[in-house]
């Protein structure tokens, strides 16, 4: 299909693409969420603002205390990155399975993000990874906590006038001792089920631990139960098998042509137990 007709308009920094945004407009990043919506009609914006060459939106950058991401970084970048490699190893394993080599190398995690698609990767990770996402206005900038940036089905924090400029992933020993795992749909590569795990043990026990589901409900949520059930435990297979029985709690799971709500569930139950079997 061909999209509504659109001004286009391209912004040379992030300011001037705030300054930009109106009610009628759209932005544009890497584009493989947004085009798609624009060509089945499911998106009509009057304008679209282009960010794609904002240069400062695309570094990764080794701080004191976190890695900042810019939100313009595209899944290759992040899936080269030894910096990301060495202290949030999950973040190179998603970005290593993301779409194709054609994705990787033009979508950006804020583009990502900002969509929240119930069946994409970074939602689990960041969600794992106890990410901020750095946020600017036209009043200047705010930071939103990671768990409080999904609200539900394509649904964020962000509100009307805002762009994602960074995230920021904490250097913490859970984060170091990370894995992503997911059962992908064949063809999309998105996350029919995918689970991120950050865990940090003093002794044999679970001295931290977080766990990110995608794929599985209207949103990315954190498995708090099976959290619960490790902390202070030791972490051995016995526990894994009876930490997972209530995986979904507290969420609706989905049920489409890809699986229905009780293969899903039993897939999440899988896959939380793989990644926690890979930190073992």
């Known amino acids: 299909m061909i999209p509504s007709s ?14 930009m945004i109106d009610a009628d407009a759209q932005i544009l990043s890497g584009g493989h969420s947004l085009i798609p919506a624009l060509k089945l009609r499911l998106n ?13 939106l695309k570094e990764i950058s080794d701080n004191e205390k976190s890695i900042t991401i810019g939100a313009g970084a595209t899944h290759a970048s992040i899936a080269s990155s030894s910096v990301l490699e060495k202290h949030a190893p999950m973040m190179v394993q ?17 583009g990502s993000i900002a969509h929240a698609d119930p069946a994409a ?31 539900g089905f394509y649904e964020t924090a962000l509100n009307e006038g805002e762009i994602i400029t960074a995230i920021r992933i904490p250097k913490t020993a859970a984060n170091k001792n990370s894995v992503y795992v997911k059962f992908k749909q064949p063809a999309s590569r998105f996350a029919i089920v995918g689970c991120a795990v950050a865990l940090d043990k003093d002794g044999g026990n679970v001295a931290d631990v977080r766990i990110g589901l995608t794929g599985v409900s209207e949103s990315a949520y954190r498995a708090s139960s099976v959290e619960k059930a490790l902390s202070g435990n030791t972490l051995d297979d016995g526990l894994i098998e009876s930490a997972v029985a209530d995986v979904t709690e507290g969420n609706a799971v989905m049920s489409d042509h890809y699986a229905s709500e009780k293969y899903r569930k039993h897939l999440a139950g899988v896959y939380v137990k793989r990644a926690l079997r890979k930190l073992l």
Request: aromatic residues 6%; proline residues 3%.
């Open 6 to 19: 659109f001004e286009y308009k391209r912004a040379n920094s992030v300011s001037e693409a705030v300054e």
């Open 44 to 56: 009509n914006p009057g304008t679209l603002i282009d960010i794609s060459k904002i240069d400062a």
């Open 94 to 110: 998603a970005a290593r399975e993301i779409g194709d080599i054609q994705v990787r190398n033009v979508g950006t995690i804020g």
């Open 121 to 151: 990767d970074w939602p689990a990770v960041l969600l794992a990874s106890n990410a901020t996402v750095v946020i600017q206005n036209k009043d200047g900038n705010r930071e939103v906590d990671i768990d409080q940036f999904f609200k």
